[in-house]
């Protein structure tokens, strides 16, 4: 089926650094999310992106937060600087169409520590 | 707001019993619910999908029906096997927000035994 890549599937940080997580998602898809996932907790929905603006963030979605999906390439996620709560697998999604009840693809996440 | 809820963190069954997943939810509009599954190191993928009350959904031995009286969309399946051991999500969408933004619930864990 589709598959939504993600880079690093690992990292791990210093506190206070940059990171950037890569997203490659299902080629003709057009909406991208970002979801956080804390251990032993709900996956939590952080934003969602459409045709190069940011549609809705959550309270998570921190001002440290920021994503993009320059032309034909990956859809990031940066968070600069990193804090120790930013620890968590960071999930992205992918779907061709925007309204509710359209299926979302994920990826396997990337797992961040910051030290 | 939204929320789901899944009441069972961990069911361990034996290969064949049955097996079912609670799910319930809580919004104000008209609710798309999902069951996504998540096989170790895997990314979680769709199992299946409903908006419409009281109509069975069905996908590889699962099922559920959404019961927007109870609000719930229970996951079953009638004889467990081993390859079934995964994370389940239960998940809610709705014309409430901007765009398709999905509520999950904490998921279940399920560990089938020989």
């Known amino acids: 089926g589709p598959k939504v890549l993600q880079i690093p599937s690992h990292q791990i940080i210093d506190m206070g650094q940059m990171v950037t997580l890569n997203c490659d998602p299902v080629?003709?898809?057009?909406?991208f999310y970002w979801y956080k996932q804390i251990l032993g907790q709900q996956m939590e929905f952080l934003v969602n992106f459409y045709n190069g603006k940011v549609m809705e963030k959550s309270k998570l979605f921190k001002d440290q937060f920021s994503v993009e999906r320059p032309d034909g390439s990956y859809f990031t996620l940066k968070i600069q600087p990193t804090a120790l709560e930013d620890s968590a697998v960071y999930f992205c999604a992918s779907s061709l169409e925007g309204a509710p009840g359209n299926t979302l693809y994920f990826g396997e996440g990337s797992r961040l520590i910051v030290v | 707001g939204d929320s789901v809820t899944q009441t069972e963190g961990l069911v361990t069954l034996t290969k064949g019993l049955p097996v079912m997943l609670n799910c319930t939810y809580q919004t104000t509009y008209s609710p798309f619910l999902f069951w996504y599954v998540q096989h170790l190191n895997e990314a979680p993928k769709l199992l299946l999908k409903s908006s419409t009350d009281n109509k069975r959904t069905e996908h590889q031995g699962f099922y559920a029906t959404l019961h927007k009286s109870s609000s719930s969309f229970h996951l079953q399946k009638s004889s467990v096997q081993l390859s079934d051991s995964a994370l389940y999500f239960c998940a809610l969408s709705d014309y409430g927000s901007s765009g398709n933004k999905l509520i999950f619930g904490i998921g279940t864990l399920l560990s089938v035994k020989p």
């Open positions: 080629s003709n898809h057009l909406y």
